[in-house]
């Protein structure tokens, strides 16, 4: 039996059919009561497996995301248990890539708020426009594996001058972009651009003094992780003008409630976490998760790549 937390492509969910029974969570977070025959279980972006669910599952062989990210599932608890960990590396890369380089387009021409005015009939707020261009600005990019240099390519393009956050465990630049330390990338940057996973040495990464240490009026782009910021150091440094604008994919709670002052301001661009939701995106990432998780139920070999080891943050 195949435990899907979430609903996933119907053609991966035809591929795990063709492996054993699937049993469908009516909620994400609260699974039917009986799960000894479950012998894998799959999740997206909202379920959690977690240590409790795992010792829930006597059968348990595998579990998977559906996603590059891992930070809803207890990876060391697998571990532990020596359960494999699936997950689709780099599946999202090029289309969670062209979303950030759209927010940064967007925040820095003020598209959807031009747009907004046109719809209101307020055609002459063209008279009071901002705005300016990326070619010329600098990015700093913070996390570089897939999604960061793939961010950098597109900006490059754009005609923006790039900086990378230099990773604590690389002593020199190995790639044709400058690495800087994050206080240095914070202070030159006119961009800033998050692709870190989250973990507990990233959470909360930009507080008060990441913030202080920006240049007056520069953007933030989050398509990473919500939880790498601290929201109320957000909040006041949008409010006192320290910074020029946010736009993000994720937040730390999401949906934000009701009263989020965010959905209210002018220089705040905020999408629902679909960055990674294209069509052909979503289907392969899927279908790469489901075949992966066949594999191992079959007792065959997932492809390498797709297997959750460990690692550092790109």
Not at 92 to 113: F, K, P, Q, S, Y
Not at 147 to 168: K, N, S
Not at 266 to 286: E, M, Q, W
């Amino acid at each position: 039996m195949i435990l899907l937390l979430e609903s996933l492509h119907p053609e991966a969910e035809a591929v795990l059919a063709s492996a054993a029974e699937l049993l469908r969570a009516a909620d994400p977070n609260q699974p039917p009561a009986d799960l000894a025959r479950v012998r894998a279980i799959l999740t997206r972006g909202r379920g959690r497996i977690t240590d409790a669910l795992l010792a829930r599952c006597p059968s348990l062989e595998v579990i998977a995301r559906a996603g590059a990210g891992l930070d809803n599932l207890d990876t060391a608890a697998a571990a532990r248990r020596h359960i494999p960990v699936v997950f689709a590396p780099g599946a999202n890369t090029n289309t969670v890539a062209e979303h950030t380089l759209a927010l940064m387009l967007d925040l820095a021409r003020g598209i959807t708020r031009s747009a907004r005015s046109v719809a209101a009939g307020r055609w002459e707020e063209r008279a009071n426009y901002r705005g300016d261009e990326l070619s010329g600005m600098t990015l700093g990019i913070v996390g570089f594996g897939s999604i960061g240099q793939r961010v950098a390519r597109l900006a490059e393009a754009f005609g923006m001058r790039i900086v990378v956050a230099q990773h604590p465990a690389r002593t020199s630049a190995d790639d044709d972009f400058p690495r800087a330390p994050l206080h240095e990338l914070l202070a030159a940057a006119d961009v800033i651009s998050l692709h870190v996973p989250l973990t507990p040495a990233t959470r909360l990464m930009l507080g008060a003094r990441e913030f202080a240490r920006m240049k007056r009026g520069a953007l933030l782009v989050n398509t990473a992780r919500g939880a790498l910021i601290d929201m109320p150091a957000l909040r006041a440094a949008l409010s006192s003008g320290a910074l020029g604008g946010f736009a993000a994919d994720v937040l730390d709670v999401e949906p934000p409630a009701a009263d989020e002052v965010l959905l209210a301001a002018d220089n705040v661009l905020l999408t629902p976490h679909v960055a990674s939701l294209t069509a052909a995106t979503y289907r392969s990432l899927c279908l790469c998760t489901a075949e992966n998780v066949v594999r191992v139920l079959r007792g065959e070999a997932p492809q390498p790549r797709c297997v959750f080891r460990g690692g550092g943050l790109g």
